[in-house]
């Protein structure tokens, strides 16, 4: 590999192997090796890797129709709106590329609504410590951390940080110039920390008190993840605008943003816009994605295998007080706050042959395939005991 130079911008530092082919939870690189993919392209690949039903949605569509802009309807775009309509708070769709321009366009969309409500001042965006919605300018100053502003020049003005988890400390930031506060009701980079209930009501009703807009960013704790079909449908509390992508593509690249038809309401015609947003093979998977996320049984399935998975990291907290701070998340979006860098959990697991990704706070992350079976999470926790005690064992030598 040091042979040639790499001629990609070395913002990523992958580990040597390259995965060549998927099947369900496992993934071979080009030696033939077989990996338990327990992170899924970072809670991406909701159905495991080369799900037949996608396979099959998507290369139909690519023999008839890939793109014709959003000059013209796009059918899938219509019925994937109906469903998420039908089955949320939402009214209305937007479909993007990416979590971050669904971000973007969340943002905007509450921005636009107090213009269109006459009140141009009210700009200011609440975000949270360790959040993270993505990487362009909105989001990174939506997230206020300044591991991805610094460097990138001045701040944008009408962003706020608050800190994580207090609401007096929230209320002390609204003002006149509030426009939204923006939240995951899982944190996910941030280190796989699940926003309490109580917090999202106190932020929702701090919204309706003040007449501003409340956005959730669901971009990874979304499409089935927390055994809901969105995270916050736990807590009873809806946002105004929600942003969402990774696993509702199941692979494919695709996000949305949705929201209310009265927080929308200054998103009107030529205001917004995307080129390849919504396209034909993004629907037809998204279409055949969200069919699947649907059905009864498919999240019965993930409130199975995520309950097994957390009474398991449980039980590895009790076997490793020494290493194991806390058990973190909620369904299968989970994390192992440790005592020690994460990264040296997970690479002691690649040599073991699975795949579990890091997050901020020392927490080591598993974001399995939703598919996974009770085996195959069994497994990768087995795996992450070895991993644990073998880590004992050279610190102990
Ligand atoms: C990944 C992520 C994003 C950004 O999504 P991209 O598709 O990488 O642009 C935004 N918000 C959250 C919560 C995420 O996890």
Request: net charge negative; proline share 5%; aromatic share 8%.
């Amino acid at each position: 590999m040091s042979a040639a130079e790499s001629h990609i911008l070395p913002v990523y530092s992958p580990p040597e192997q390259v995965f060549v082919r998927g099947e369900g939870c496992w993934i071979w690189d080009d030696k033939g090796d077989k990996y338990l993919d327990c992170i899924a392209g970072i809670a991406v690949n909701a159905f495991g890797h080369a799900p037949p039903f996608l396979v099959k949605a998507l290369t139909e569509q690519a023999g008839k129709l890939w793109h014709t802009s959003n000059m013209f309807k796009v059918k899938g775009q219509e019925e994937l709106a109906d469903k998420y309509t039908r089955d949320s708070f939402a009214d209305v769709v937007f479909f993007t590329n990416s979590g971050t321009e669904a971000i973007e366009g969340a943002l905007k969309t509450a921005r636009k609504y107090h213009s269109a409500n006459g009140h141009p001042e009210r700009i200011d965006i609440i975000g949270f410590q360790g959040s993270f919605h993505g990487r362009s300018y909105g989001a990174i100053n939506a997230s206020g951390n300044s591991s991805y502003l610094d460097g990138f020049g001045p701040r944008l003005p009408g962003f706020i940080q608050a800190p994580y988890g207090d609401l007096e400390e929230v209320k002390k930031l609204i003002g006149p110039t509030t426009a939204a506060i923006i939240i995951e009701p899982v944190q996910g980079e941030g280190g796989v920390r699940a926003v309490p209930d109580e917090f999202l009501r106190g932020l929702r009703k701090l919204a309706d008190d003040n007449g501003f807009l409340l956005i959730f960013d669901e971009v990874q704790s979304g499409a089935g993840r927390t055994g809901k079909m969105w995270a916050h449908q736990w807590s009873g509390v809806t946002p105004d605008i929600m942003a969402v992508a990774k696993g509702v593509g199941g692979g494919f690249p695709m996000g949305a943003f949705m929201a209310t038809k009265e927080a929308a309401k200054g998103m009107v015609r030529g205001v917004h816009g995307t080129t390849f947003g919504g396209n034909p093979l993004a629907m037809a998977v998204g279409n055949a994605a969200y069919d699947e996320l649907s059905k009864p049984e498919f999240l019965e399935h993930v409130n199975t295998v995520a309950n097994h998975l957390g009474q398991a990291l449980e039980s590895l907290k009790d076997r490793h007080p020494d290493l194991v701070v806390a058990v973190t998340g909620k369904g299968l979006l989970r994390g192992l706050k440790l005592k020690i860098d994460p990264k040296q959990i997970q690479a002691k697991l690649r040599d073991r042959k699975v795949l579990v990704g890091v997050a901020g706070d020392n927490v080591l992350r598993l974001a399995p395939p939703l598919v996974i079976s009770e085996a195959e999470a069994r497994q990768a926790v087995d795996a992450i005991d070895a991993a644990l005690a073998a880590h004992m064992a050279e610190a102990g030598a």
